[in-house]
């Protein structure tokens, strides 16, 4: 019989850390299928996005239905002010593949060659009691669940 396992060393929820990828910047995903992993593979990093994110505000989700993916990776960048207008107007004029590093030390990476994630935001002003910030989501559809990427750190792309 076969069965969905549960690893027992923690279980935490949130993402550290999130890049977008231009597709320009895509190259490939390499598979080795003899020990059932996957790299990333980027042909320019100088275009990757770093995208800061607080602690316990960035959250991935995907949808399978039916053989269609449908991935949703947001965060909350605090403090919505002047110096991000050109990294923001880029984020949402272009289409994006986005690598993200949960909680739990594992990198997923949202979007592919044949379908890439819109970015979508909402700036927020917040009231007196609560803060400034940029909301925001990545979203697409997609034909493969998103994949594990082996990355020990962003350095290695």
Known sequence: ?????????????????MYAIPVSSFKRIWRDY????NYLRVINRDDIIDIYITE????????????VYKP??????????????????KLET????????????????????????????????GQLSSRNQLEFTFTGSQRRACEFIELAEIEDL
């Open 72 to 89: 949703e990776v947001s965060g909350i960048v605090p403090k919505s002010n002047p110096l991000n207008q050109k990294q923001l107007t």
């Open 94 to 125: 272009e289409y994006w593949i986005v690598l993200f590093r949960d909680n739990n030390d594992y990198w997923r990476l949202a979007g592919n060659e044949e379908n890439q994630l819109k970015f979508i935001r909402t700036d927020n002003s």
């Open 34 to 37: 003899t020990n059932n992993l």
């Open 1 to 17: 019989m076969k069965q969905l396992t549960f690893d027992q060393n923690g279980n935490l929820g949130g993402l550290q850390c």
């Open 56 to 67: 316990n505000d960035g959250q991935f989700k995907e949808q399978a239905d039916g053989g």
